[in-house]
């Protein structure tokens, strides 16, 4: 599968845990970015990169949270001391930036229980 | 911020029926709605899009359109079948202002054989 995929699948952490995501994008894709979706929810804009470059960080995105594109290719989201709150499905999207029609490609997303 | 509303948040329809979600957006700068499609577990996937100098789009039984002046645009799925229901979320993006897509807060479609 050459899509966007995402590790772990599922994490059920404790409260006050730190827990990180992973995402790989599309190789060719240099946009890559950060939503969460609640139940019966759409999913939030977190955040955004083009390349290695954090563009856009949402008002949602707490000092506990911190995401990473270190060479431009995978992305880390890391949430440091947990809150019950912060459950909550983590999905990861990639695109192309430049295009008119800006197609996003979502991974199937990293679901986050917290205890 | 863009805020995007759609309605209605659940929709039942006969199989072969029509369908029809609609959404509004907040800011007029957006130009670029796609529309999702989220199947029970599974990630959002694109169904059809349109862009802001465009009114209507087809693509075999699925539809948009889109009003600027109103700032409304709506889903319209014909001839419905039972593998159409799903989440079908909205969205509108600036594409010039990194693509980051604002969701609606979805419809939740069953098609009753």
């Known amino acids: 599968d050459t899509g966007v995929s995402q590790d772990p699948r599922h994490k059920i952490t404790k409260r006050g845990q730190n827990v990180t995501f992973r995402c790989d994008p599309i190789?060719?894709?240099?946009?890559l970015y950060w939503y969460r979706q609640t139940l019966g929810q759409g999913p939030e804009f977190l955040t955004y990169?083009?390349?290695?470059?954090?563009?856009?960080k949402s008002r949602l995105l707490s000092d506990r949270f911190s995401a990473e594109r270190p060479k431009g290719s995978f992305s880390t989201l890391e949430i440091q001391r947990t809150e019950q709150g912060d459950s909550a499905m983590y999905l990861c999207?990639?695109?192309?930036?430049?295009?008119?029609?800006?197609?996003?490609?979502f991974g199937e997303g990293s679901r986050l229980t917290v205890l | 911020g863009e805020n995007v509303e759609q309605h209605p948040s659940t929709l039942s329809v006969q199989e072969g029926d029509s369908a029809v979600i609609k959404c509004t957006y907040s800011?007029?700068?957006?130009?670029?709605f796609p529309w999702y499609k989220q199947e029970l577990g599974k990630r959002p996937q694109l169904i059809i899009d349109i862009r802001s100098n465009v009114g209507e789009k087809k693509d075999q039984r699925i539809a948009v359109t889109l009003n600027k002046t109103a700032k409304h645009f709506s889903l319209h799925i014909t001839e419905t079948q039972p593998e159409d229901s799903a989440v079908y979320f909205c969205a509108a993006s600036i594409q010039a202002a990194g693509n980051k897509l604002t969701f609606g807060g979805g419809t939740r479609v069953l098609v009753k054989p």
């Open positions: 190789s060719e894709h240099n946009r």
């Open positions: 990169f083009q390349n290695e470059a954090q563009l856009e």
């Open positions: 800011d007029s700068a957006s130009n670029y």
């Open positions: 999207a990639s695109g192309v930036g430049g295009r008119v029609t800006g197609e996003l490609f």
